[in-house]
């Protein structure tokens, strides 16, 4: 059982990325109890997904040794994975949150080690690479997992195969008969830092990502280009497994449209131009890009990077909507047709690889939350007095890059120690 003490004094911090992260140390740090609920079973949310940062162009695993670095020191802070809320009622300095733990039938010691994995045979998709490789039955999440413990799939106990992973454990680590969980948690605030998904590409027809084998999304892109990912950090089209040196990045897929999302997610144009350099990492001058636009939006300081980027010879700019995407045949290239507004010019380009840069929209549907929360259009919580003790940290508030939503997590952290200071002060 999850032996867990909460009050009125305490803040509960849902969903574990780098938003979640930063708010809930944060918040420990000024000497508050802080319960961190994660539904994944390790922390770092898709910013462990990436290859790089910009505009630093520096690994994520920097920010994630120091946060998890903090996490182990700090008294304050619980930290509970594979979990979710599955109600939450009360008022503000007065909560229940409902929570729903799903077994990992691995405990505490283990130590990592790998003997269990070396007796699975099952393999699964790979959500961490986003499905583009396998992962065996009993696994360790990812190179920088916090914690640092195996999983044992759902689908495999009760099989022989989860009797021969126990067997295979030194320490006692594996616990088959693992049930699921509830617990009923006060809190005096809540943070929903859930984070954000990619648009569903599959959405977008006439670019046939559900047809075509070497049309991917920005996402997998950062999969494919790191080292620890399906291909080994090697640039291979999904296809053939080709080297894909001529790729198209096409802006806006699925954003700006009121057919999809109707806002701005403001990390697409940012995110294409850092992975321009992923090509000229992998192939120097070899390496072609071209971008699709329909306008370039990169402010503030990050326009240094985008100039940089423009003056590189090997990344060419079009201005325009792609208007469809075809694949030829005898070579599997993509053939993308649309009019350059600048000149309108029809193309009929091809490329090895298109990279659509999907737009960010919330991982939680807050509309149909138990308890009222100011949401916008868009589906993002709103900053409103309204909401009580109730507070979004970094995306689940609005499109933002990590920069932004660490700001934005601090932010929501103070405003939750506010709300617990006022009930002891009450």
């Given amino acids: 059982m999850t032996d867990v003490v909460a009050t009125n004094q305490t803040i509960i911090v849902v ?15 000024t000497g508050k109890q802080v319960i961190l609920l994660e539904k994944r079973p390790y922390l770092g949310g898709r910013v462990s997904q990436l290859y790089k940062y910009f505009p630093k162009m520096c690994h994520p695993t920097c920010g ?53 994995a070396k007796a699975a045979t099952t393999e699964f998709d790979d959500e961490f690479n986003y499905n583009l490789g396998k992962r065996k039955s009993v696994y ?3 190179a920088m997992a916090f914690p640092q413990q195996y999983v044992i799939d759902q689908r ?40 954000w998904k990619p648009y569903d590409a599959n959405k977008i027809q006439p670019y046939g990502y559900d047809r075509f084998a070497n049309v ?17 950090g090697k640039l291979l089209r999904p296809s053939d497994g080709k080297e894909a040196k001529n790729i198209a990045f096409i802006q806006c897929a699925g954003s700006r449209d009121k057919n999809h999302l109707a806002h701005c997610s403001r990390i697409c144009c940012m995110a294409s131009l850092k992975q321009t350099n992923y090509v000229q990492e992998k192939f120097g001058d070899d390496g072609k890009s071209t971008i699709y636009y329909i306008d370039m939006r990169a402010i503030d300081r990050f326009d240094d990077f ?66 009222k929360i100011l949401v916008n259009d868009e589906g993002f919580i709103e900053h409103d007095d309204s909401n009580g003790g ?9 499109a933002l890059d990590v920069n932004r939503a660490v700001q934005h997590a601090t932010a929501a952290a103070l405003r939750a120690v506010q709300v617990v200071n006022q009930v002891a002060g009450a």
């Fill in 390 to 398: 109730i507070f979004a940290a970094g995306v689940a508030s609005d």
């Fill in 64 to 116: 994630q040794e120091i946060n998890q670095r903090r996490i182990k020191m700090n008294k304050n802070l619980t930290v509970i994975t594979q979990a979710e809320v599955s109600n939450i009622s009360g008022e503000k300095g007065d909560y229940t949150v409902s929570v729903t733990i799903t077994p990992r039938y691995v405990n505490s010691n283990c130590t990592a080690c790998g003997d269990c």
């Fill in 306 to 371: 985008y100039q940089n980027v423009q003056a590189n010879p090997n990344v060419s700019f079009i201005k325009s909507k792609v208007a469809k995407i075809e694949e030829d045949k005898a070579t599997g290239n993509p053939v993308l047709h649309g009019v350059n507004t600048e000149g309108y010019h029809r193309y009929a380009n091809q490329h090895d690889l298109v990279v659509l840069a999907t737009g960010m929209e919330p991982s939680v549907d807050f509309k149909g939350f138990p308890i």
């Fill in 140 to 142: 360790l999440p990812n």
């Fill in 15 to 29: 969903g574990g990325g780098i938003s979640g992260m930063t708010t809930a140390l944060e918040a420990a740090e």
């Fill in 156 to 195: 495999i106990i009760g099989t022989a195969e989860a009797d021969a992973a126990k067997a295979a454990c030194k320490y006692g680590a594996i616990e088959l008969d693992q049930q699921v969980e509830t617990l009923d948690l006060k809190a005096g605030a809540v943070v929903f830092a859930t984070g």
């Fill in 216 to 232: 991917i999304t920005n996402v997998e892109f950062e999969r494919l280009m790191d080292p620890h990912g399906p291909t080994n």
